[in-house]
């Protein structure tokens, strides 16, 4: 038999979502693949608030709230001035 035994302590063993309530949990990874970005990347919204709680020591994010986190970071640029200030 070539087939190797599966690690229970990897996180690929542990479900990608898990439903608790209304909440839905997204393992931290799935969330980095779907967003094309890094895990590490996608860490650094941590130390501004993103949501997150670790479950068997795996990082889960709970998806309605990490994306209002989302939505409140996104920001508008104002329009430029029409009017140059300063004479020449």
């Not at 994306?67 to 996104?74: E, M």
């Amino acid at each position: 038999m070539d087939e190797k035994k599966m690690d229970s302590r990897c996180r690929s063993a542990r479900p990608e979502r898990i439903d608790i309530g209304d909440d839905e949990l997204v393992r931290n990874d799935i969330i980095a693949r779907d967003e094309r970005r890094s895990e590490r990347g996608l860490n650094r919204g941590d130390a501004d608030g993103a949501p997150y709680t670790y479950v068997g020591a795996v990082k889960y994010r709970p998806i309605k709230r990490y994306q209002k986190f989302l939505a409140s970071r996104i920001r508008q640029a104002q329009p430029l001035s029409r009017h140059r200030r300063g004479g020449r």
